[in-house]
Structure formats: C-alpha cells, structure tokens
C-alpha cells in the first residue's frame, strides 16, 4: 500500500493563481481532511470529508475549495492564492467510527510546501 | 472553538530518562485524545489514542495519562534515547464532530 501521496512535494506561485494539490490514498478510508500548518499555529483544519459526495469545513476554509467525486481522491482547490496561504499543506486520511466519531488514527501524507510571492 | 496548549519551549533532556510532555485543552470534552510524533519536513505520524473513559494506556516505552477534571493529557516517553527526538503533538475530537484540532506541538531534545 502506497498509503496517502500527495503531489506536488513544492510549489511555487504568484499572487492570483490558482492551482491544485493533489491527495490520495489507497486504505479505503472515509475519512480524509486537509490541514495547513505554519510556524508555532500547528495544524489547522481547513476541510474534511467523511464520504464521496460530501465534505465540510474546518476552522480555516476561506479561500479554498474542495470537491470527493472518488472514495480515493480528494483535491484541495486554491482559486485565487494570496501570500497568507504560503503553508505546508497535509492531506490524512482514517477510518470513520460506526457512530460517526473516527476513535482511529489518521494517516498522513508527506506534505505540500506552497510559497505564494 | 477549542483551545488546545502544549508548551512552545523545547524539552532538553538526558538520554535514559523520562520525558514528559503536557496537552492542555479547554472547552469541550473530547471524545478522545491523540498523540503524534512528527520529524523535520515530513507528516505527523500516530502514536497512541486514549479515549475519555480510560486514564491510562501503554505502549513500549509511551505511557499517556488523560485527566478530563484538569483537561490534561501527559505523555510519558521513558529510557529516552536520541532517536526520540523530534515534535510531539497532540490532537482531540469530540463526539460525532469529525474535526480534529491539534496543539503546536513540543519539541523534544534527547541528548546522548
């Protein structure tokens, strides 16, 4: 199992673009979700979802979007980046509880290093 | 939203003894609480769970406490070794939540 894989491991883009970060994971999980962390804030949730079809947000979601069309996949959207958004970005994914609470833990991908300039 | 603390300063400690991290959180109760070691440039990786009901649990060489009176986690890390070094975080969920929130992180430095 190749577990959760992100891409890119860097990225480099000028205030206004936009782009793609690219999570997934092969453990069948329902769960996945997207942190951002920055020096001393460690991680914030930015959005989650806990099946295809439906996500939710977390503490930090503006200026991002996020969609799950695939159990596997889950793409974290930047419409418009802006300097604020220079993060390194998690994507993890766990099993989700029989009453809805995950008592599991949360395998995490190796990171996305955004620099917005 | 919930609040979760663990001290910002770095843990310097002599290789062979006990490490003792400390997770403070407010508001809410958690489900359960989670502890995490992450290494420079890459994710964090699970190390122990303990839910609300327990007040112990062990693995190894971890020992974690959780006290939902004083809304405190400890995590114990016993016979350091340098190997050990790296940031510990911790995390909580409340009941039917679906979101995690974490503390900074303790940095833990085992010197031989």
């Known amino acids: 199992n190749a577990g959760v894989t992100q891409t890119p491991k860097f990225q480099v883009l000028k205030t206004g673009q936009s782009m793609t970060l690219q999570c997934a994971q092969d453990?069948?999980?329902?769960?996945m979700s997207w942190y951002r962390q920055d020096p001393g804030m460690g991680l914030r949730l930015i959005h989650y979802?806990?099946?295809?079809?439906?996500?939710d947000q977390g503490e930090v979601p503006n200026g991002y979007n996020v969609s799950r069309s695939t159990t596997e996949d889950f793409p974290l959207r930047l419409l418009s980046a802006a300097p604020s958004q220079t993060s390194v970005y998690f994507c993890?994914?766990?099993?989700?509880?029989?009453?809805?609470?995950?008592?599991?833990?949360?395998?995490f991908g190796p990171g996305t290093r955004l620099t917005v300039l | 939203s919930q609040k979760i603390e663990q001290n910002s300063e770095a843990l310097n400690i002599q290789e062979g003894k006990t490490a003792t991290l400390t997770c403070n959180y407010t508001n809410y109760s958690p489900a359960y609480l989670q502890w995490y070691r992450q290494d420079p440039g890459r994710g964090p990786v699970f190390l122990l769970l303990i839910r609300e009901n327990e007040k112990e649990k062990r693995k190894e060489r971890l020992k974690v406490t959780f006290d939902t009176t004083l809304k405190q986690s400890l995590f114990h890390i016993t016979a350091s070794q340098p190997a050990d070094s790296a940031t510990y975080l911790c995390a909580l969920e409340k009941y039917n939540f679906n979101k995690f929130y974490f503390g900074s992180g303790t940095k833990l430095n085992v010197k031989p």
């Open positions: 979802s806990v099946g295809a079809g439906i996500t």
């Open positions: 993890a994914s766990s099993y989700l509880g029989s009453d809805g609470t995950s008592y599991n833990e949360q395998f």
């Open positions: 453990m069948n999980h329902e769960y």
